[in-house]
């Protein structure tokens, strides 16, 4: 296989076209559709600091690179935020990998544990509530403290290393399960409702397929430590995740166009959702749409576990 523009060995077939891409041409073109991704959808200001959140992944890692890359030499601030779940044998609770590689790049890293944070590792609860999957617990919390920490840190975007698999997954969770509702806030840019308590979400690698992420991590000597959270076996998501994977395989470009029919009718899928005010918690004092936020929700159901008679 030839690289299209320069007849040298190729890395990778581009999804969804017959276009093939040796290493050097594969980088450029990986980094122009980041560029293009963030320049459309208005994603990153002159001004802006922006939050990363880095789990140690190949996704997450390769959005800090990448925008080191394309961000190093404005005045736009990048600072790295990485959250220790407490979940055995998948997150190094000293972040030795996520530290190393932002020394390398120079960029400031932040880091914060559920433990500390909420009190209770995510195992800890877990092995208490059986009923509940742990990614339930593990994205709410998740949320809160990077959009709390963001916050505090003066940092008015946070860039998430979603890709296009994990969108065109998303988008068809929510259409299995009737969620209007959480369908109408996806897209590129989320958390739009304009409200100084909410720091809005980008997701900069979302036209980049998993693949195309693990290529350019691979290529780029990203990926070394990468290990796999145990949870993301479990559950609704990764049942989706390989039906799609093996649509995919079998019709070429499927993902591809689930998400961009789904970005045809987001407008009309916003318009159409009333409009909500935004409140505070009542006990935490987070921004939230109920008078009780998700999180204080489900640490209100952990404690109910953690009672002692
Ligand atoms: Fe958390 Fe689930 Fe992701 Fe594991 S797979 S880090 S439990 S959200
Ligand atoms: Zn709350």
């Not at 030499?73 to 990048?78: A, D, G």
């Not at 209007?180 to 980008?202: E, H, L, Q, Y």
């Not at 039906?243 to 689930?258: A, S, V």
């Amino acid at each position: 296989m030839q690289c299209s523009q320069c007849h040298a060995n190729a890395v990778l077939k581009l999804p969804n076209s017959a276009v093939s891409l040796c290493r050097k041409h594969f980088n450029i073109y990986f980094e122009k559709k980041v560029r293009k991704t963030i320049r459309v959808y208005h994603m990153i200001g002159k001004q802006d600091k922006v939050g990363v959140a880095i789990s140690g992944g190949k996704d997450s890692m390769t959005l800090l690179y990448v925008l080191n890359n394309l961000f190093k030499r404005t005045k736009v601030k990048l600072i790295a935020l990485a959250i220790d779940e407490g979940i055995k044998g998948y997150r190094d609770p000293e972040f030795r990998f996520v530290n190393e590689f932002c020394k390398k790049l120079d960029i400031e890293l932040k880091t914060y544990s559920y433990k500390k944070e909420f009190g209770k590792t995510l195992d800890e609860i877990t092995e208490k509530d059986k009923e509940t999957i742990p990614c339930t617990y593990c994205g709410v919390f998740r949320r809160k403290i990077l959009n709390e920490k963001a916050l505090e840190l003066g940092v008015n975007k946070l860039a998430t290393g979603h890709n296009l698999d994990d969108e065109s997954q998303a988008i068809l969770m929510n259409q299995f399960r009737k969620n209007v509702r959480a369908s109408a806030i996806m897209g590129p840019v989320t958390g739009v409702v304009d409200d100084p308590k909410f720091v809005r979400r980008i997701k900069p690698l979302y036209f980049l397929t998993e693949k195309e992420v693990a290529t350019f991590a691979f290529l780029n000597g990203i990926l070394d430590k990468f290990v796999e959270c145990p949870n993301a076996e479990l559950g609704y998501r990764a049942s989706v995740r390989d039906m799609l994977n093996d649509f995919d395989e079998r019709y070429p470009g499927t993902k591809y166009n689930i998400v961009s029919s789904f970005l045809a009718m987001l407008p009309a899928l916003k318009s159409q959702q009333p409009k909500e005010k935004i409140k505070s918690c009542s006990l935490c004092g987070a921004a939230s749409s109920k008078d009780v936020c998700q999180a204080c929700v489900l640490l209100n159901r952990v404690n109910t576990f953690f009672v002692h008679h």
